[in-house]
Nanobody, 120 residues
């Protein structure tokens, strides 16, 4: 039972910055990949960024250069630094983690999401 809790969402003006956090807890042995996704009303969920246990990163189209994903393995926490925010970034941002629990069984957990609203 691995749980993820996102925090850091809120209202920000266009051009501003925001940092999201995703804290994983539970019977965790290892987390292979942590990722941020977002979904706007009426739109499909899309990948924002993901990071491996070794620090390799991938970003969604047009997001590289504005968003940066990082992680603190000791804290089982991932972060998403969002800069130069645009109104089209408005969405619910959700965290995902995949790894092994203490029974060495795979888990794929999602957080409840945090709302990010960017005003013009």
């Amino acid at each position: 039972q691995v749980q993820l809790v996102e925090s850091g969402g809120g209202l920000v003006q266009a051009g501003g910055s925001l940092r999201l956090s995703c804290a994983a807890s539970g019977r965790i042995f290892s987390i292979g990949t942590m990722a941020w996704y977002r979904q706007a009303p009426g739109k499909q969920r899309e990948l924002v960024a993901r990071i491996s246990s070794g620090g390799s990163t991938n970003y969604g189209d047009s997001l590289k250069g504005r968003f940066t994903i990082s992680r603190d393995n000791a804290k089982n926490t991932a972060y998403l630094q969002m800069n130069s925010l645009k109104p089209e970034d408005t969405a619910v941002y959700s965290c995902n983690a995949m790894g092994l629990n203490t029974q060495r069984l795979a888990f794929n957990s999602w957080g409840q999401g945090t709302q990010v609203t960017v005003s013009a």
